[in-house]
């Protein structure tokens, strides 16, 4: 794409700045806030494009004068000078047109969202519970290198250890948009702990990582909901099996997709506080009714795609943890890498960036940019 062509694609960015600007101070706006977030974001969205804009049009302002310098001055002072920032410039200049091309892309409207993060035990009986747990780990240590909150919403254990399901939030900055890639089937190739020949087995947990939904996104009915409280079990403390603290809630929904009423049930026993288990557990009905109304969308996108590299499919295969060769594989961009222990550490962020760069290669190709 030519200089001219890029900076014609973003004429007419900084007078929309200017009345977005003008729309968030607005009192009506604001109490409007479905109306509110959405301006909220498109202004900080507006505001880094037209950050990079004005970066690359000093760079090609730069690039221009230091040529016009070399062209007509006679000093060598001068000349040096002039030569050392056309040389900075003209570098700056392609990672500059990469950054704005990206930004031109329409972004996913989830990525800055929180997390719901769900792992379930599949195939392989208590060895997949195990490898569950060992996932949620994985996670948990990943989410405290970025600084993120991470809360257990409710939790199957396993009978040897590990766990069948365990659900949790995951809450920090652009959570939904880092995570996604990890939807899918997690498969573990080891020796169990409970094999006594020694021989390697295959086991399978599945992840899906769901974007959280906010009130306005989604219309529940509150008044159709019924509750049930209930004594929270588990070990020791004054609080269990004394205190209804555990929530319990139907809801009828009807599917957008089929038409049909489905009936959903969610429990929450997280905390000793009836009124907080209760809002998480409407959090997690908001999240999962989202979530279905918007598979069409994701499927949609899914078929447009050449690759899926985080298309939502949660079906898929996509990694093998290969613990006798220490070996970790992501089998959508063939990306093998032998430090299984840190990986299970939380080092798992050289692969969600090659992820991410994937995905932005083929965003560029689509746009045809």
Same mark, same amino acid.
């Given at each position: 794409m030519s200089e001219n062509i890029l900076l014609s694609r973003l004429e007419g960015l900084d007078s929309r700045f200017e009345e977005v600007s003008t729309l968030i101070t607005d009192p009506a706006v604001i109490a409007d806030q479905p109306r509110y977030v959405r301006l909220t974001k498109e202004y900080h969205d507006l505001e880094q494009i037209l950050g990079a804009k004005a970066r690359y049009e000093t760079a090609l302002r730069t690039i221009e004068e230091s040529r016009q310098i070399l062209s007509d001055e006679d000093d060598d002072e001068m000349r040096q000078l002039a030569r050392e920032e056309l040389d @900075?410039? *003209?570098a700056l200049l392609p990672r500059l047109e990469e950054e704005i091309k990206l930004m031109l892309v329409p972004a996913d409207p989830d990525d800055s969202k929180n997390a719901v993060l769900e792992i379930r035990g599949g195939t392989g009986g208590d060895e997949a519970a195990l490898f569950a747990g060992d996932l949620f780990r994985m996670y948990q240590?990943? =989410?405290?290198?970025?600084?993120?909150?991470? +809360? $257990?919403?409710?939790?199957?254990?396993? =009978?040897?250890?590990? !766990?069948?399901?365990?659900?949790?939030? /995951?809450?920090?900055?652009?959570?939904?948009? #880092? &995570?996604?890639?990890?939807?899918?089937?997690?498969r573990v190739q080891r020796v169990p702990a409970t094999e006594t020949q020694g021989r390697v087995h295959t086991s399978a947990a *599945? /992840?899906?990582?769901?974007?959280? =939904?906010?009130? !306005?996104?989604?219309? #529940?009915?509150?008044?159709?909901?019924k509750w049930d409280t209930f004594r929270s079990g588990g070990a020791g403390g004054q609080n269990v099996n004394k205190v209804e603290s555990g929530v319990r809630l139907r809801y009828n929904w009807k599917n957008p997709n089929t038409g049909q009423v489905e009936e959903i049930l969610i429990e929450c026993t997280e905390t000793r506080d009836q009124p907080k288990n209760k809002e998480r557990a409407l959090?997690?009905?908001?999240? !999962? #009714?989202?979530?279905?109304?918007h598979q069409k969308y994701l499927d949609d996108i899914a078929s447009k795609r050449k690759t899926?590299?985080?298309?939502?499919?949660?079906?898929?295969? $996509?990694?093998?943890? @290969? !613990?006798?060769?220490?070996?970790? *594989?992501?089998?959508?961009?063939?990306? *093998?890498?032998? @430090?299984? +222990?840190?990986?299970?550490?939380?080092? $798992?962020?050289?692969? #969600?960036?090659? &992820?991410?760069?994937?995905?932005? +290669?083929?965003? &560029?190709?689509? =746009?045809? &940019?």
């Open positions: @900075n410039a *003209t240590k990943y =989410a405290e290198k970025k600084g993120w909150q991470l +809360a $257990i919403s409710s939790m199957s254990e396993g =009978a040897s250890g590990g !766990f069948k399901e365990i659900v949790c939030s /995951v809450t920090g900055e652009g959570v939904y948009g #880092i &995570l996604k890639y990890e939807s899918g089937v997690h *599945t /992840v899906a990582v769901l974007p959280e =939904a906010q009130e !306005f996104d989604v219309e #529940i009915h509150e008044g159709e909901i959090s997690r009905l908001r999240t !999962f #009714i989202y979530d279905k109304e899926m590299v985080s298309t939502g499919d949660r079906s898929a295969k $996509i990694r093998t943890y @290969n !613990f006798p060769q220490g070996r970790i *594989t992501d089998h959508r961009i063939n990306y *093998t890498v032998y @430090n299984l +222990a840190a990986f299970m550490d939380g080092d $798992i962020q050289e692969c #969600i960036d090659r &992820l991410t760069v994937a995905e932005n +290669a083929e965003k &560029l190709k689509e =746009a045809e &940019l």
